[in-house]
């Protein structure tokens, strides 16, 4: 099955510096690649994804990169805020017939200090 | 906040009891998982389902059943065959056949004392 690694577990940035957090996966069938961001107490929820068929995308302050090849994906947040101090959690699909399973990484806590 | 609704929030139980966790959707989706969060693990997926009357194991299934006798609906049922039960549950839903996103429930804090 599907193994997804995260790194780091645990990111301090200053306000206005950038924070980049990387994944590897272990099946190079998987061709979804979604990141959540949870605040704490509450449920994950989608900022960002990228599918096998493109390399990098971007939405305002953040990017995914994906390196298909390598098996490994990045979240790139430029000119972090307070707000952006969650948990986020890289994941990997892939789909087998009908099957259909999401497997998560095990989080990095970023913490962004004024 | 709408479409995907787990309930209870807070569940306390006894050692030894089964419980039923809920989870609720009205997004019309085929796929339903069950995620259970410990800190620093991350989100372990418990079981999952494709479409009605059928579900798969995940990675932890031990000690949790699930059934999925409407599209809408995707209970959990953590057993007294699991032995640490306490933990974050959460429910998630997604179309099957397009890659898109997973919606989570807000999720069930059980307790077992």
């Known amino acids: 099955g599907e193994n997804v690694e995260q790194h780091p577990s645990t990111l301090s940035v200053q306000e206005g510096d950038s924070a980049v957090i990387k994944c590897t996966y272990s099946?190079?069938?998987?061709?979804?690649f979604p990141w959540y961001k949870q605040e704490l107490g509450k449920r994950p929820q989608l900022i960002i994804d990228?599918?096998?068929?493109?390399g990098e995308k971007k939405d305002q302050r953040i990017a995914v990169t994906l390196n298909k090849t390598a098996k490994h994906f990045s979240l790139h947040i430029t000119e972090t805020q307070p707000e952006d101090s969650a948990v986020y959690f890289c994941?990997?699909?892939?789909?087998?017939?009908?099957?259909?399973?999401?497997?998560f990484g095990t989080g990095t806590r970023l913490q962004v200090t004024l | 906040d709408g479409g995907i609704t787990q309930s209870p929030k807070y569940l306390f139980r006894k050692e030894g009891q089964n419980v039923t966790l809920s989870c609720e959707q009205n997004?019309?989706?085929?796929?339903m998982y069950w995620y259970r969060q410990d800190p620093g693990q991350g989100l372990r997926l418990i079981y999952y389902?494709?479409?009605?009357?059928?579900?798969q194991k995940g990675d932890i299934a031990e000690g949790y059943s699930v059934s999925r006798e409407k599209k809408e609906s995707f209970p959990l049922t953590v057993t007294s065959a699991q032995k640490n039960p306490t933990a974050f549950y959460l429910c998630?839903?997604?179309?099957?056949?397009?890659?898109?996103?997973?919606?989570f429930g807000q999720g069930t804090r059980l307790t077992v004392v």
């Open positions: 998630a839903s997604s179309i099957i056949h397009l890659n898109t996103e997973a919606f």
């Open positions: 099946d190079s069938a998987s061709n979804y």
């Open positions: 990228i599918r096998s068929n493109v």
């Open positions: 994941a990997a699909r892939y789909s087998t017939g009908t099957a259909s399973k999401l497997t």
């Open positions: 997004l019309n989706h085929d796929a």
């Open positions: 389902s494709q479409i009605v009357n059928d579900f």
